[in-house]
């Protein structure tokens, strides 16, 4: 039996400048059918998820709904039809309650929202509680919120981009059911990602992207995570060795009881957080984004003072109460997790984004800069990590975010630093460069540095890190040797269920 | 009259058009825009406002076209800003510095011209109530408007479903775009409000508050609107809170004048200025300290 295509994309195109992001697309989804769009960063996942939701409208080719041609010129056109999305960074407004969330989208008044939002969770296995306001929900329930909203619309096609990204694994499992429930329904799923396994134990259709086009159309529990590999990729998944036999050396970087309260509502305050980063050795922090991160790095960094000195050690020092330029003299680094306007100015050109950290690799005479030093780093960088682009004068924005990680990373790299603190260093970056990079941090752990990861990718840090730690709520846990734990225990710990 | 009555008679009327203007801002900064000329969207309507009631001796045709000539200005402010995406605080201000030299240009040969105010009403009743009876509660009917009006946006923007709309728009744009609310439009439509209210505010001032044209007869007003907004961290009842508290302490000047206070004149003048400072102070500290304990 053949079910019938709910929504087909015939020769659908879209160019954003000289970047072709979709090229005659053809898709097919049907009704009560879970269907994967797989690919890397930057293949044209995201905008072809906008030409549907109508964000975004296609230069050429077709949309058809139930077999009849349709014109999406804006999100309302779509909602009408039956399309609801969920987005990868929700849509969500957090000095407002549950209720009031919904209700923007959904008609009726908030006590029958109220009735509606508990039903609906009860029946799906989406429990919220309705009065909540947004900013003190979890990730998890966040999504939560957002699918609810979309399903009181009575979808037929129900969007969810990248939904795993940001869930630890239990809340993925959770989600998994609610989508299956949803199936069982007859609701169409487009489930937009780049983690294989999720798609070949959830989805039963997927359509390949790669550089904007489709590369293949394929049942993905008839194939191995290898062969999807390679559709999305064009290549071999890359590998990457890693063993740690050295033993560490002394302390580098020290935590000492670090508490610092937080700055704004929306902010996390990091308790009693202690950590020794010892040379030689990777240490990674595990945690959902709004757990501490930001206020952690921050602290490291140099950004935000400690209140008191002895809460950050470096080499030895305490510099809790110093500022980034004297931790950088002592042999840290830093690479922020915001490439543009942190890691790098994104109007400022490559070879004086250099400068910024590099001035004192000899760029500099009396206060006066030497161009031909600047140009000669800048080039060097370029060429041993791999950056592709114009030359040390083009501009940081203009690049791709894999292509500037690379050049942040490796400006930072070649400092030479003795301490290094790196905040989500694949994030956005497509797999090979991702590879690169972290082969690169390896190399540099090899050679005697200390490193700090803090990331959002447990394959990552899974990867790369000798011990893990996890951040929750702005408590960090004891370390985990690598070798020793699985997935499934840090997942406990990155929810709160384990301490 | 005592000091006193004086207070209770005049306190309203002296509020008004910083509160017309401060909850006209307020609309226009929940939607996540910052429109810096109140001041000359105020100057315009009062200039307006006046020519048509020396003119027709009509207040009302007066106030209508205070309302729509600073609504069009707003819109200016509009189109820079939402259309072309120029730079708020740049816009605001060319319009604020448009809209003082318009009104220095139309009002020019009306300069020291009078006319007359409005008839004030008692309240039925009430008004006989002893000391408040013939003062707090007998007033113009723009002050008896101007008190439903503020209940009724105070109704609006937490209570209904366009309120709701109007926080979202300001909390995240992107997001009220994406699930499919016109956020330009609602953005357009606020600034209008706000340009209306200010027209209203600028109009009250030069035809029924000081029913005489003098250039620059504003007078900064439309600053202490702005600072207004901060002060009642955009909750209707705290901005007319402070709009009152603001009335009390213009008239506190002229009163302390009357009884003969040995303190120059310009201190006085200059003290609802030194208060606005103070008090954004004040909330900043607090706002600060708050944060420490958490």
């Known amino acids: 039996m053949r079910k019938q295509a709910l929504l087909t994309l015939s020769g659908v195109s879209k160019r954003y400048g000289t970047v072709q992001a979709n090229q005659a697309i053809d898709l097919e989804v049907k009704s009560g059918s879970i269907h994967a769009i797989l690919g890397e960063n930057g293949a044209g996942k995201s905008t072809l998820m906008k030409l549907i939701y109508g964000v975004e409208h296609p230069d050429d080719g077709s949309i058809a709904w139930n077999g009849a041609p349709v014109q999406l010129s804006r999100p309302s056109d779509a909602q009408a039809l039956g399309i609801g999305m969920v987005f990868q960074h929700f849509s969500l407004f957090e000095t407002l309650s549950v209720v009031q969330n919904v209700s923007l989208m959904v008609p009726g008044r908030p006590a029958e929202i109220a009735t509606k939002i508990g039903d609906l969770g009860r029946k799906f296995g989406l429990v919220v509680d309705p009065d909540a306001m947004v900013h003190t929900l979890s990730v998890g329930e966040r999504q939560r919120v957002e699918i609810i909203r979309c399903l009181l619309l009575n979808p037929k096609l129900l969007i969810l981009d990248e939904p795993t990204s940001v869930l630890p694994p239990q809340s993925v499992k959770l989600l998994f059911e609610t989508l299956r429930k949803l199936q069982a329904e007859g609701t169409a799923i487009l489930f937009i990602s780049h983690k294989l396994e999720e798609i070949r134990a959830l989805c039963d259709e997927a359509t390949v992207l790669r550089d904007g086009k489709v590369t293949g159309r394929v049942d993905p529990r008839a194939h191995s995570a290898r062969d999807l590999a390679q559709m999305m990729i064009g290549r071999d998944m890359p590998h990457l060795a890693v063993s740690n036999s050295a033993q560490p050396g002394e302390v580098r970087l020290r935590l000492h009881n670090l508490s610092h309260p937080r700055a704004t509502q929306f902010g996390t305050t990091l308790t009693d957080v202690n950590l020794d980063l010892r040379a030689g050795q990777v240490i990674g922090i595990a945690g959902i984004s709004g757990n501490g991160q930001q206020e952690l790095a921050a602290l490291i960094s140099g950004e935000l003072r400690a209140r008191k000195p002895e809460m950050v050690q470096i080499m030895g020092q305490a510099v809790g109460r110093r500022g980034p330029m004297h931790r950088r003299a002592l042999g840290f680094t830093f690479v922020p997790e915001e490439r543009l306007g942190r890691g790098a100015v994104p109007e400022m050109s490559l070879a004086d984004n250099s400068l910024l950290t590099a001035h004192g690799q000899g760029m500099l005479r009396g206060g006066f800069i030497k161009r031909r030093v600047e140009q000669s780093f800048t080039r060097r960088c370029m060429e041993d990590f791999d950056v592709r682009t114009s030359g040390p004068d083009a501009e940081a924005g203009a690049l791709s975010g894999g292509n500037l990680q690379k050049f942040i990373l490796g400006r930072e790299i070649m400092l030479a630093p003795d301490v290094m603190l790196v905040s989500q260093p694949t994030w956005g970056v497509d797999i090979g460069a991702a590879t690169a990079i972290r082969r690169r941090l390896i190399e540099m752990r090899d050679n005697g540095a200390a490193i700090l990861v803090i990331s959002e990718e447990l394959e990552e840090l899974f990867e790369i890190c000798d011990i893990l730690h996890v951040l929750h709520e702005g408590r960090l846990s004891t370390g985990l040797p690598a070798a020793d734990t699985t997935a499934e225990e840090v997942g406990a710990y990155m929810i709160g269920a384990r301490l | ?294």
């Open chain 2, 1 to 294: 009259m005592s000091a006193v009555e004086f207070l209770l008679a005049g306190t309203l009327a002296a509020a008004l058009p910083l509160l017309l203007a401060a909850l006209g801002e307020m609309v226009v900064e929940k939607t996540g825009l910052l429109n810096l000329g109140l001041e000359g969207m105020m100057a315009v309507g009062a200039a307006i406002a006046f020519i048509c009631v020396y003119h027709t001796g009509a207040h009302v045709l007066g106030f209508m076209a205070a309302a729509i000539v600073s609504a069009i200005l707003a819109m200016v402010f509009a189109f820079l800003v939402i259309l072309v995406k120029a730079n708020q605080v740049a816009a605001g201000l060319a319009i604020g510095v448009l809209g003082l030299g318009l009104s220095a240009l139309f009002g020019k040969t009306y300069e020291s011209l009078t006319i007359s105010g409005l008839p004030e009403y008692g309240l039925p009743l009430l008004s006989h109530i002893p000391l408040i009876g013939p003062t707090l509660l007998t007033q113009d009917i723009v002050v008896w408007l101007a008190v439903i009006g503020t209940i009724a946006l105070w109704y609006v923007l937490n209570k209904t479903k366009l309120g709701l709309i109007i926080t979202a728009v300001g909390e995240n744009a992107e997001a009220a775009r994406a699930i499919g609310y016109p956020v330009a439009v609602i953005r357009c439509a606020a600034v209008a409000f706000g340009g209306t209210m200010c027209g209203l505010a600028g109009a009250y001032a030069s035809t029924v508050y000081t029913p005489l044209w003098a250039d620059g007869m504003i007078a900064g007003r439309g600053w202490i609107a702005l600072a207004l907004v901060v002060f009642g961290t955009w909750q209707t009842g705290r901005v007319a809170f402070g709009a009152l508290l603001f009335g009390i302490l213009s008239l506190g000047e002229l009163t302390a004048q009357a009884i003969g206070v040995a303190i120059p004149s310009q201190v006085l003048s200059s003290l609802p200025y030194l208060v606005t400072i103070l008090m954004l102070v004040v909330i900043s500290r607090h706002q600060f300290r708050a944060s420490k304990r958490l």
